[in-house]
């Protein structure tokens, strides 16, 4: 015997949930995916663009925190993955404008996501870094080095595990990349 009720409460729950789903990793891939372009602007200097996008950005990421709660949110690998992409965007366009990076107001973002994000950062500036002392910036190279020399001193005290110690080892990577960078100029100079 079954409780007919029963299960046709289970199959509305589980089409309401799936509904949900949609919708939020349907957002986040817009979210994901124009983040990564705020990223491609800051590498061609083009911050207006960049900021134009981080506005609309922030703009899903505040419906999705009111429309659906974030322990919902955060059961969507999409909505993690797009959480980590706007923070590593954000922290770029910080950095980019000269500003601290910094916690970001106005949204609620797991630790996990700013770390990951944070981690991804790194890579971003040894772009940048490549690309400026081809161009001679050899002031900029040092500013990125100092930037991912204090990120590295920090997350050091972090024990981090799992998927964010793979981030962590990435960013340690990067950091070893700029030193590099950095030597190979001083041996020209």
Known sequence: MINKKFIQQLKKDYQ????????????SNIVLHDSKR????????????AET???????ILTDLEKKFSNSR??????YKAGLEEYI????????FIGQTIDK???LKLSV??????????T????????????NGQYDEVARIKKTISDIMSELVEFDMTGYLRTKYDQAKTNLRKIEQINYEINLRK
């Open 38 to 49: 705020v990223i491609f602007s800051l590498h061609r200097e083009d911050v207006s663009l």
């Open 73 to 78: 949110l955060i059961e969507e690998g999409s």
């Open 123 to 134: 890579g971003e500036l040894v772009r940048v870094a490549v690309n400026k002392s081809a």
């Open 53 to 59: 996008s981080l506005l609309e950005i922030e703009k």
């Open 16 to 27: 309401s949930h799936e509904v949900e789903r949609r919708q939020i990793i349907s957002l």
């Open 112 to 121: 996990d996501s700013y770390l990951g994000g944070i981690c991804d950062l």
């Open 104 to 106: 970001i107001k106005n």
């Open 88 to 95: 590593e965007a954000k922290t770029f366009y910080f950095f």
